[in-house]
C-alpha cells in the first residue's frame, strides 16, 4: 500500500500504470529532461509538522503581512476595498456554487445559470444596456474584448482610446491589437480628462470605436454630453468602461449614447484578495448581441410552461466552428459574478446609492482636509468620485513607507504611468474609510516632511 494513504493511490496501482507505459520506474517519465537541469540530493526542507503546528506557523507567516483588517487603505486604481455583507460569503461557500463547473447540461445546472442569469440582469439594470454576458477575465480583458468586437462590428482596424483609460487596460488593449494587426491610438489629457478637440481630430472614417472611462482613471467625472453623437457621426462606437459602484450616483452609461460598457466588477461583493481573482462586466445594445464575447445565459420556458434557464448564446470556439467564435475567452468568472448578485440584491437600489454617496462625501471631506496642509494640492480642478490625485512634497515611495510604518496603506505613485504626474499620489475613499482613519492619515501627512 502506498505511504499517503489519503491518496487513492497503492502500489499495485502505481505498477499497473508502469507497465501499461512499458516503464520500470517513475524517474524514466522524465528522462527526456537533461541531466544538467535536473535537480539531484535532498531538498533542504525543514522536518515534517503536525497538523496544529503547520496552523500555528501559517498563522505567524500571515502575520507578517500588512491586512486591510488592521491597517486602513486608501490604495484603489482598480482594485476596492467596499465592505462585503456577510450573506456574500455564507452563499458563495454553499458546494452546489463554489464546486460547479461550466453549466454545459442546463438540465442539471438551473440553480448555477439562474445565478448567472439573475447577474446579467443586475448589470443590465446598473449601466442602462439591453443585453450583458455571464461575466469575463477582469476589467482589462472586458474592455479590450469591447473594442475588439467593435472592430468587428465596423469592419474597420482602428481604436482611439483616452490617455485618461486604465494604464492597465491600455497595455492590455495593445496586447490584443499586436496580435490581430489592428491599430490603438490614444488621446492625450487636458486638465485630467479627455481632450474634445483632440478626439475630432483623431477620430476617422477607419475609426471602429473610441473607449473612455467615467470616473476616469485619476477618479474624474467626465461630462460626456455630445460625445456619442459625434463618434456616431463618424460611423464609430463609443465604448465606456464605469465603476459599477457609481452608476447608482452619475449618468449612466446608456444616458450618453454608449454602445458597449464594459469595466471591473471586484468591488461588488468581491475582497481585495492580493488583487485577484477580478470579475469583468460587459453590456451592450441588443443589436451586437450576436456580436458578444462569452455566454449570455436566458430564461425560458419548457414543453410544460414551467420556467427554466438556458445558455442562450455560446459564441466561444469551443461551441461554434472557431473561424465564427467571436471570442477565445474559456472560462466566466460564474462565482466571482455570484458574490455581485447577491450583493447587489443585499443592498438593493436604495443601499447602493447610499454606499456611492458615502464614498462620494468621505472622499470630498478628506480631500479638503488634505488641500488644506502645506505643501499639498489637488492637482486637477474638477468633480470627483472616490479618487483624487495628489501632489505631495516628495517622493510618493518615501510617503508610503512613512505611512505604513503608521499602519496605514498609502496611494498610488502616479509617476510610474504619467511622468507628468511625478510627486502625485492617487488617494481612494470607500465608505469603510471612517473619519478617524483619515484625521490620522492627515495627520501623518501634515508630520511629514
Excluded at 137 to 149: F, K, N
Excluded at 151 to 176: E, F, I, M
Excluded at 226 to 245: N, Q, R, S
Aim: aromatic letters at 8%.
Amino acid at each position: 500500500m502506498s505511504r499517503f494513504h489519503y491518496l487513492p493511490l497503492t502500489d499495485e496501482e502505481r505498477a499497473e500504470m508502469l507497465n501499461d507505459l512499458g516503464i520500470n520506474s517513475v524517474d524514466e517519465l522524465f528522462t527526456d529532461i537533461p541531466k544538467t537541469v535536473r535537480f539531484s540530493g535532498e531538498m533542504e526542507l525543514p522536518p515534517p509538522l503536525s497538523e496544529s503546528e503547520a496552523v500555528n506557523h501559517l498563522a505567524e507567516l500571515a502575520d507578517r503581512n500588512y491586512h486591510l483588517q488592521e491597517n486602513p487603505s486608501f490604495l484603489g486604481a482598480g482594485v476596492y476595498d467596499h465592505f462585503v455583507p456577510a450573506a456574500v460569503k455564507h452563499v458563495l461557500g454553499r458546494s452546489e456554487f463554489y464546486t460547479s463547473y461550466t453549466p454545459y447540461q442546463a438540465e442539471v445546472s438551473q440553480g448555477l445559470l439562474q445565478s448567472i442569469f439573475e447577474y446579467q440582469t443586475m448589470i443590465c439594470q446598473l449601466t442602462g444596456m439591453d443585453v450583458a454576458n455571464a461575466s469575463m477575465y477582469d476589467g482589462a480583458t472586458a474592455v479590450a474584448e469591447a473594442a475588439v468586437m467593435s472592430c468587428n462590428v465596423t469592419r474597420r482596424d482602428k481604436v482611439v482610446v483616452s490617455r485618461s483609460v486604465h494604464p492597465a487596460y491600455r497595455q492590455v488593449l495593445q496586447a490584443y491589437f499586436d496580435a490581430r494587426d489592428f491599430r490603438l491610438e490614444e488621446i492625450p489629457m487636458k486638465e485630467g480628462t479627455l481632450d474634445g478637440e483632440e478626439i475630432e481630430a483623431q477620430i476617422d472614417d477607419q475609426t471602429a470605436a473610441l473607449v473612455v472611462q467615467n470616473p476616469n482613471f485619476l477618479g474624474m467625472l467626465e461630462d460626456y454630453n455630445g460625445l456619442a453623437e459625434m463618434v456616431h457621426g463618424k460611423g464609430a462606437l463609443l465604448v465606456a468602461a464605469v465603476d459599477p459602484i457609481s452608476l447608482p450616483l452619475v449618468k449612466t452609461p446608456a444616458r450618453y449614447g454608449a454602445d458597449i460598457v464594459a469595466g471591473e466588477g471586484q468591488s461588488l461583493g468581491n475582497f481585495t484578495s492580493y488583487g485577484g481573482p477580478l470579475l469583468g462586466f460587459f453590456a451592450a445594445r441588443e443589436k451586437f448581441a450576436r456580436r458578444m464575447p462569452g455566454r449570455i445565459s436566458g430564461q425560458t420556458v419548457d414543453t410544460e410552461g414551467r420556467r427554466g434557464f438556458v445558455m442562450t448564446m455560446q459564441t466561444r470556439e469551443q461551441h461554434i466552428r472557431r473561424g465564427r467564435a467571436t471570442s477565445n475567452i474559456c472560462s466566466n468568472q460564474a462565482l466571482n459574478a455570484l458574490a455581485a448578485t447577491v450583493y447587489m440584491a443585499s443592498l438593493g437600489p436604495q443601499g447602493m446609492k447610499e454606499v456611492a454617496s458615502l464614498c462620494l462625501q468621505k472622499a470630498a471631506y478628506l480631500r479638503e482636509k488634505i488641500e488644506s496642509l502645506t505643501g499639498y494640492r489637488v492637482v486637477y480642478p474638477g468633480p470627483y468620485f472616490k479618487e483624487f490625485p495628489v501632489m505631495v512634497p516628495g517622493a510618493p515611495e518615501e510617503l508610503n513607507q512613512r505611512l505604513l510604518e503608521a499602519g496605514i496603506i498609502g496611494g498610488l505613485d502616479l509617476g510610474r504611468f504619467y511622468p507628468e504626474l511625478e510627486n502625485s499620489v492617487l488617494f481612494c475613499v470607500t465608505e469603510k474609510r471612517t473619519r478617524e482613519e483619515m484625521d490620522k492619515l492627515v495627520h501623518e501627512l501634515e508630520g511629514w516632511k
